[in-house]
Antibody, heavy 121, light 107 residues
Framework: QVQLQESGPGLVKPSETLSLTCTVS????????WSWIRQPPGKGLEWIGYIYYSGSTNYNPSLKSRVTISVDTSKNQFSLKLSSVTAADTAVYYCVGVATIRGGGYYFDYWGQGTLVTVSS | DIQMTQSPSSLSASVGDRVTITCRAS??????LNWYQQKPGKAPKLLIY???SLQSGVPSRFSGSGSGTDFTLTISSLQPEDFATYYC?????????FGQGTRLEIK
């Protein structure tokens, strides 16, 4: 069973860069696409972007100018960097394994437990 | 962007009730529609993918239907553990989007 675990600072100052890492266990990082999704407190889900093990990426256009997702296959990890953060970036951040559907489409299959990142001085 | 609109936003129901949640896309998304369940403090859990395929391990009281722009999630007989928030999600577009959620509460 694939398991994911987020790690990184829980508090980031405004204008700085949020950095999170997701460690994948129980499966190869080459098997899936890998995504980050966030959820502000009390609100809905927002897709941030995804990466394939080859390094190809797809980002949410609303965040694209500030987001970088990278993968380290040697460590079975992928990472998120979000620059120039503001209070609006305060959210629970989930790392997620993305399964592809034969014929097209994706679904979010394996989820980390989520980590709350607060943007505050 | 493809906008996903769920209705209702909240719903009160009793154990044993049949419940239907609707998700409407702002343009046709074929069958590229998934449903998730989220309980407080927990990560979402996939219930249905490709509009009507039941994820392994999900009880058969959950079912999904629809194609194009209109989709439904049905719970045939509500159980106590089903009270949660439900989200639809489209993957037709490379910009993946979710519905705003439907909160299912105990009456």
């Amino acid at each position: 069973q694939v398991q994911l675990q987020e790690s990184g600072p829980g508090l980031v100052k405004p204008s700085e860069t949020l950095s999170l890492t997701c460690t994948v266990s129980g499966g190869s990082i080459s098997s899936y696409y890998w995504s980050w999704i966030r959820q502000p407190p009390g609100k809905g889900l927002e897709w941030i972007g995804y990466i394939y093990y080859s390094g190809s990426t797809n980002y949410n256009p609303s965040l694209k100018s500030r987001v970088t997702i990278s993968v380290d296959t040697s460590k079975n990890q992928f990472s998120l960097k979000l620059s120039s953060v503001t209070a609006a970036d305060t959210a629970v951040y989930y790392c997620v394994g993305v399964a592809t559907i034969r014929g097209g489409g994706y679904y979010f299959d394996y989820w980390g437990q989520g980590t709350l990142v607060t943007v505050s001085s | 962007d493809i906008q996903m609109t769920q209705s209702p936003s909240s719903l009160s129901a009793s154990v044993g009730d049949r419940v239907t949640i609707t998700c409407r896309a702002s343009q046709s998304i074929s069958s590229y529609l998934n449903w998730y369940q989220q309980k407080p403090g927990k990560a979402p859990k996939l219930l249905i993918y490709a509009a009507s395929s039941l994820q392994s391990g999900v009880p058969s009281r959950f079912s999904g239907s629809g194609s194009g722009t209109d989709f439904t999630l049905t719970i045939s007989s509500l159980q106590p553990e089903d009270f949660a928030t439900y989200y639809c999600q489209q993957s037709y577009s490379t910009r993946i989007t979710f519905g705003q959620g439907t909160r299912l509460e105990i009456k």
